[in-house]
């Protein structure tokens, strides 16, 4: 935080001249960037460019009440994206930040130091404000007032933070898809609070809110306000502000100290301790990123990419997978290379859905059935086989009819009827559905098996989560892009956001195998408790029994379709991930570059219900999975995550979590399924460790979250100032003019703050020699104040009167009687001043030809600006948390 209020004499005119009013009267003509620091003289250097990097056709920077306000018009209208550089910020000088122009035009408010883009800022009335222990609160009645906010006052009808049902005075704060629960007179919250919190993990659900209760009324503390519904507080000269956030997009992830977008790392250190003990327990490896406000501030790993290993044996058999010597384990670390599972399906299909949407290329509301090769996709020519036959033990209960009218909408939606898992490489199970290739360029065989396959449910009557569905999205993306998905994926994703592990079959790539983190112990054999079933001719059905590193854990992925697939088989690190998330939370935009627009970014993450009324309770969007609005919700967006968060889980261990209102997103990768079954067919050991339940590792980042510091810094002392000589018969103008125009005081934290001050001298008379006190008034920024308790403290100096000098000194000549030279600052030593250089004090100064009585009137001018500007400094509130 810079906290530095500085008066210079050239912020006068821009002090003086400009009229706040007239300033914002006129409509922004492209982009408009209202800008503040704690200088008594903001300057941004504010520059723009759209997303192409065209530069504005002119750029005209004034002030306001607020500080700078920097307008840049361009050529034509803008459309869309517009980027902004603060270069004179200090903190975030290189952070190029897009936001959306709507209308033609776009205008924001920045503060320093700040990575967030805000609207105008809403004036909290100070009559309303209560200030104490260096904070300021507000009541939730006059913030209901200010922003979009419900409320009311109950009674805690849930066991809340271990009291009992009804005991509890509770405050519930509704705002947007959140709310909030405060116990007001324990000062305890809950933050969407559902079921799933209060059976599981507890110890994460609850935890402190700086607030007070004062008779009918709470008071959250500006801090609070921030941590809790993410909104900008500023204390300001001209008042004490709300800020709004707008959309912002960071163009491209740097990395930086938690510390600056508001983690507490001693919280974060509790998160590596948690994941630690779980490794040291047995658990599996994690891999953690962790992106807030454009800033990668967690990239790390723990634990063993591989522990266990089949081996061969002297027949050339696969002998079973056994524990390792320790001395043979692999350690995980930030390059290690994970298997995403079913993340695969929004960062490579969804991505590639999204670009084609974009594109125009792509109509969600086309029937499957109509896109060429698809033309079977019918009732008519769907094979009741294996297990799914009516009544068979697949749980299909009748004939479901329309496969026909199935639409991709529907698709994405997962509710297109389709069966969740055919499991098209097991012959037992899939019957006359069977179909192996490992050919991922021969595609013809899966999509007809697919067109074959009988319908689980009728469309559009039931959620059903399914992997066939992005099967065929994924099949589709090839068929319109004439390229293979792994290979489009590099093209137009992958290669230009120079993410060089991510991909399919990274084998094939030439990747390490030591750089991968292992899966299950004996191939898709579940410990030897499941087989593909026998062909005709009596020879086992294909099937991998060596331990997989490097090759997609999927079936139907890894036998059906080559390893390139629509629903896995994506392989990727902690670190790449962390853009590929980032990408979407910035609306499809990165290092200058659109690879999807905003627009349909934002349709994708709308939440979708077969019927209208579930809406509230829906946690699906259009491939992604939601954070719903009054439900139990998405069991891994609980414990922390607000409820405009959607990202998707993987079974082999993953999770990502992106939150829009937070501004951050979290990138979770375990491999889990490394580890012994201990329950079959289905039941790893490793997913019994508290960290492969992921939600735990997510709640952990958001506690590690924290409100900001104190709105108001005491000041501790006031730094001792020189001692001032002049000579006699100085007025007392020209005295004050010598003391220093600023002077240095430190805060109760150890900062210094250089702050303008304002001399007055007591008594003074310039004709009558011996030392005056001067004292001196601080002119301080506003979050500035007196320590509790004391008054508010001053400079103090001594001006001391020289003794009037005998008749013949003269002025400062060096020479005889009268014949001094000029300038030398040596007295003279002749007679009556005659010499060039002589004369009384009261003459003119030396070589300037400017009066005395001039500089002393310039000197009064530059103090009485100084006690002016000096309230121009703010104090504003960190990144928001």
Known sequence: MRRLAVVAASSLALA???????????????????????????????????????????TEV????????????????????????VTGDSAFADDLRYVQ????????????????????????????????DRRAYLPVSALAELVDLRYQYGKNGYRFDGSPTGSLDILTLYRGRDYFEIA?????????????????????????????????????????????????????????????????????LVEAAPASVGFDEAKLAELDAFVQRQV??????????????????????????????????PDGETVPAALLPESEWTPATSDTIFDLASNSKMYATNYAIQRLVGEGRLDLDRTLQSFPGWEDFTDANSEYTGKW??????????????KETVTIRDILHHVGGMIPDPEYPNL???????????????????????????????????????DVDYMILGLLVEQITGQRLDVYLEQEFYGPLGLADTGFRPLEAGVDPARIAATELNGNTRDGNVTFGVQGDGTPVPMRHETLRGEVHDEKAFYSMGGVAGHAGLFSTAGDMAVLTQLMLNGGVYDGREYFPTDVADAFVQPFAVSPSGLGASTIGLGWRLHSQNAAAYYYFNWGPSRSTYGHQGWTGTLTVIDPLHQMTITILTNMRHSPVVSPPNGFAGAEYDVSDLAPVSAMVYRALVGDEPDFTAERTVAAVDPVTVDHGTSEAEALAALPATVVVRDEDGADHELPVAWSLAGYDGARAGDYAATGELQRPAWLVAADGAELLTAQATVTVRAAEGPGTGGPGTGGPGTGQPGTGQPGTGGPGTGQGGGSSSGDLAETGIPAGLWAGLGALVLALGALLAGLGIRRRRAMR
Do not use: C
């Not at 019957?431 to 559009?460: H, V």
């Open 280 to 313: 040291d327990a047995g658990g599996p490896a994690v891999a953690v990123s962790v992106t807030k406000d454009g800033r990668l501030v967690k990239d790390d790993a723990w634990g063993f990419a591989e522990k266990y290993s089949t081996s061969t044996g």
């Open 184 to 252: 007001v007179d324990t000062n305890r919250i809950g933050s969407n609070v559902t079921g799933n919190m209060l059976n599981a993990y507890t110890e994460l659900v609850f935890d402190d809110v700086e607030g007070f209760r004062d008779g009918g009324e709470y008071y959250l503390s500006l801090g609070a306000i921030e941590r809790t519904l993410q909104l900008g507080t500023l204390v300001h000269p001209n008042g004490t502000y709300l800020l709004e956030p707008q959309r912002v997009a960071h163009d491209r």
């Open 428 to 466: 037992t199970s899939a019957g006359g559905l069977w179909y192996q290739n490992d050919d991922p360029d021969q595609r013809a065989g899966i999509i007809d098996a697919i067109s074959r396959t009988p319908l689980r449910y009728t469309p559009r009557t039931v959620f059903a989560y399914s």
């Open 16 to 58: 003086l001249l400009v009229d706040a009013p007239a300033a914002q009267a006129a409509a922004p003509p492209g982009l408009v960037v209202h800008y503040s620091d704690a200088t008594a003289s903001p300057s941004g250097a504010v520059t723009a460019q759209l997303l192409d990097g065209t530069a504005p056709s002119s």
């Open 389 to 402: 036959t009516v009544g068979g033990p697949g749980g299909i209960p009748a004939v479901y009819t329309g």
């Open 101 to 132: 122009a709507e209308g033609g035009s776009a205008e924001v408010w920045l503060v320093d130091g700040d990575p967030r883009v805000y609207g105008a800022p809403i004036e909290i009335d100070p009559a309303k404000l209560r200030v104490q």
């Open 62 to 85: 004034g002030a306001d009440a607020y500080g700078e306000v920097t307008s840049f018009a361009f050529d034509a209208p803008i459309d869309g994206t517009v980027g902004l550089r």
